[in-house]
């Protein structure tokens, strides 16, 4: 089973996604600010944005609004370990993270505003996952829709590692394809 999860870019400050979301009813659930380090012994070129990510091995350093989640120290440790095992590191991105929700969802809208890149909204909703991928895709875009977006079916999502690996924007149909 593959799951759908759409990450489109966005065009607006932070702030206008923020009041949009909340006057549809979402509140700002969790925020925090990430460091993720990947490293890898594969060669990743021509690589779905999927399987760049499961060709890495992820380090990933968090910090929650006034709270540490993990010890940075435990973060250099892993790091050195991966060097000394013949990994190189391949992305060290950090993003902001804002999760969005009400009591009904049982996923979360992230807007991530993500250093060399900008701002997007990543989506999944495990409600879909067993359907057929182009009405994941639907289903995600008309729900994204429904809280103030205006995202069409053909509009492609941005692929993070892709993007940055090949130092030029990358789009597909599923950030987790």
């Known amino acids: 089973m593959l799951v759908v999860e759409v990450g489109f ?13 909340v006057n549809k009813g979402l509140k700002l659930d969790f925020s925090c600010i990430t460091h993720d380090i990947y490293y890898t012994n594969k060669n990743i070129d021509n690589l779905t944005e999927n399987q760049m990510k499961n060709s890495c091995i992820r380090l990933r350093y968090c910090d929650g609004i006034n709270k540490e989640i993990k010890d940075k120290t435990d973060l250099d440790e892993k790091q050195n370990e991966l060097i000394n095992n013949n990994y190189k590191k391949v992305f060290d991105t950090i993003k902001i993270d804002f999760q969005y929700c009400n009591e009904k969802m049982k996923s979360k809208i992230q807007l991530q505003d993500i250093k060399d890149i900008g701002l997007l ?25 429904s809280y103030g977006f205006n995202f069409q079916y053909n509009d492609l999502g941005l692929d993070k590692l892709r993007t940055l690996y090949y130092g030029k924007e990358m789009f597909s149909e599923n950030q987790n394809g």
């Open 121 to 145: 909204v990543y989506y999944d909703n495990p409600d879909y996952y067993e359907l057929p991928l182009k009405e994941q895709r639907n289903k995600l875009i008309d729900e994204l829709n």
């Open 9 to 21: 870019k966005l065009d607006k400050p932070l702030i206008y996604y923020h009041d949009m979301l």
